[in-house]
């Protein structure tokens, strides 16, 4: 990543390590370097920038997901610690096809990251559901990108009640480098086409274009992240915004109330958790099912299906690994319908509910915008000039010499319209409104004769 590229990307991580972020790069920017020997005198250590990977204990593929998150990490990662997300993703996919893994846990200590890359990431963890069980195991905090992909695994379990998950969020921030141009003797001009090109462009200050424009991205991306940890932990994206997704930090059994974790646990017990589940279906269980009493009453329908999947467990396995598939495919789906501006909301309601398919969602957002036209028409129609009346017929005492002259009707309606524009804009001037009709019904009342 570039310089501009980080401090202007859209991240879903804590503000003050954003901060820290855009310090770094400010000194860079400035032509700073940074003192290597100083920094590991300072930490009492070598700095390292060894490609990450897991380790495995008591069969556990333990997968780092630490430090700042970016598809790729260099000296944040030697300085500060880091992940990247294209090594995670590759140590997903590797864990799972290592014979020696029976299950993968997520050791998850990060402030979140950068958008770019976070959603591939949690989407390999979903894909590993099914295929081995696969845990999130919160050592300090989960927080913002880090909960866009851990929520993700079948199980989320924290290290103690005061680790912390939660800061969902996305931001992005625009700076206006162009006085620091001006001081290096730099005047750039930017020829453009295209209306949003170089709307939020760092060279010159921020307009309200430019604002609206990042506005609408954060919201966008704060819409995708909503609503995948609403598939990822198996709730509407309605509870997620009202209980999870307002940007706070939960502590402990705060985070297990929002229910974006599931207990608190050591690393020992939540391995010792997977590794049954994998031993007790040679695949993986992707629900925690307790044995059913002959005294128990009655079972329900959801009750029935966690039996049946006792009783078969790898039958089971293998349809929760292809009902996975199934809705990570119907999301991408019914996504790929949002191609009508200004649905982007009902898109996600559909993404959320679990059972809409994509040519189905494509008719939904067909109709809205029928809609959406229709009442725009409407609203044109209750704003256009009202029906004139023709003039009355000549009764038999008058001459046909007084008929009015079609050229005077066509000055007259074109003075009513002029007189009617002038009202409009004086109401304007003086912090009024007038609509078209009112303006154009005193228009014709002053220059009609009664």
């Not at 049946?308 to 996504?335: F, K, N, Q, S, T």
């Not at 898109?347 to 009442?375: F, Q, W």
């Not at 005077?408 to 074109?414: E, K, R, T, V």
């Amino acid at each position: 990543m570039t310089i501009l590229d980080v401090l202007n990307a859209p991240w879903a991580i804590l503000p003050h390590h954003l901060e820290q972020i855009h310090g770094i790069h400010a000194a860079w920017a400035r032509g700073e370097t940074v003192d290597v020997a100083a920094v590991e005198a300072k930490i009492g250590r070598p700095l390292v920038n060894d490609p990450q990977g897991y380790r495995v204990q008591d069969g556990a593929a333990l997968i780092p997901m630490r430090g700042v998150m970016a598809p790729r990490m260099n000296m944040m990662t030697q300085t500060s610690g880091g992940t990247s997300t294209e090594l995670f993703v590759r140590d997903v996919r590797g864990a799972i096809e290592d014979p020696s893994v029976k299950s993968l846990v997520i050791m998850a200590d990060t402030p979140g990251g950068a958008v770019n890359g976070t959603q591939r990431a949690a989407a390999a963890v979903m894909a590993a559901r099914g295929i081995k069980p696969i845990a999130t195991y919160v050592e300090g905090m989960m927080a913002s990108a880090g909960v866009w992909v851990g929520t993700a695994a079948d199980l989320i379990m924290m290290e103690s009640a005061t680790s912390q998950a939660g800061s969902i969020g996305v931001v992005a921030t625009h700076v206006d480098i162009s006085k620091q141009e001006e001081a290096m003797g730099i005047k750039r001009t930017e020829i453009v086409a295209g209306t949003y090109k170089r709307a939020a462009s760092q060279h010159s200050a921020l307009t309200e274009l430019g604002r609206q424009v990042l506005q609408d991205e954060v919201d966008y991306l704060y819409g995708l992240f909503a609503g995948d940890v609403a598939v990822q932990r198996g709730t509407s994206i309605e509870q997620v915004l009202a209980n999870m997704a307002d940007g706070r930090m939960f502590i402990g059994q705060q985070a297990i109330d929002a229910g974006l974790v599931d207990g608190i646990a050591t690393l020992e017990e939540t391995i010792s958790i997977l590794n049954d589940r994998a031993a007790s279906t040679g695949r993986t269980v992707t629900t925690i099912t307790a044995p059913v009493s002959m005294d128990s009453p009655p079972m329900t329908p959801t009750a029935e299906a966690a039996a049946w999947a006792a009783e078969h467990p790898e039958a089971a396995a293998i349809l929760r690994a292809e009902g996975a598939l199934a809705e990570c495919e119907r999301v991408a789906e019914v996504r790929s319908m949002a191609f009508l501006p200004g649905h982007e909301a009902l898109i996600e309601k559909l993404v959320a509910d679990g059972k809409t398919t994509g040519p189905e969602a494509a008719v939904l957002v067909n109709a809205a915008e029928r809609e959406r036209i229709a009442s725009a028409g409407g609203q044109r129609m209750a704003e256009a000039l009202p029906p004139q009346d023709f003039a009355a017929a000549p009764t038999d005492g008058e001459s046909a010499s007084v008929k009015p002259d079609p050229v005077d009707l066509i000055a007259q309606g074109s003075a009513i319209a002029n007189r009617a524009r002038d009202l409009m804009s004086k109401a304007e001037a003086n912090g009024r409104t007038l609509t078209l009709p009112t303006a154009c019904a005193q228009a014709k009342a002053e220059l009609t004769p009664a």
